[in-house]
């Protein structure tokens, strides 16, 4: 399992997140604010390969975002800058 850096990074408002499966699996994407609270959770199932999920933060505010993907019992982090 690994979480790429999201494309483009500074962000405007949207982004793209995007993460390798090995086997096919459910998986959790949660996206936290720099004060730990969840602003977005995507959780689906996929077939082994890159997936990409695109995050539209329009709504939320310049800063610091963290993006964890959890699958198969394993977790990763990634840090994101919105800048509006």
């Given at each position: 399992?690994r979480?790429?850096?999201?494309?483009?990074?500074p962000?405007?408002?949207?982004?793209t997140?995007?993460?390798?499966?090995?086997?096919?699996?459910?998986?959790?994407l949660?996206?936290?604010?720099?004060?730990?609270?969840?602003?977005?959770?995507?959780?689906?199932?996929a077939?082994?390969?890159?997936?990409?999920y695109?995050?539209?933060?329009?709504?939320?505010?310049?800063?610091?975002?963290?993006c964890?993907?959890?699958?198969?019992?394993?977790?990763?982090?990634?840090?994101?800058?919105?800048?509006?």
């Amino acid at each position: 399992y690994r979480l790429d850096q999201n494309y483009p990074n500074p962000f405007n408002p949207t982004t793209t997140i995007a993460f390798a499966m090995p086997v096919a699996g459910d998986y959790t994407l949660t996206i936290y604010n720099v004060t730990g609270q969840v602003v977005k959770t995507h959780s689906s199932h996929a077939d082994a390969g890159v997936i990409e999920y695109e995050w539209d933060a329009s709504n939320e505010a310049s800063g610091v975002y963290f993006c964890r993907l959890t699958a198969a019992g394993q977790s990763s982090t990634q840090k994101m800058l919105l800048l509006k």
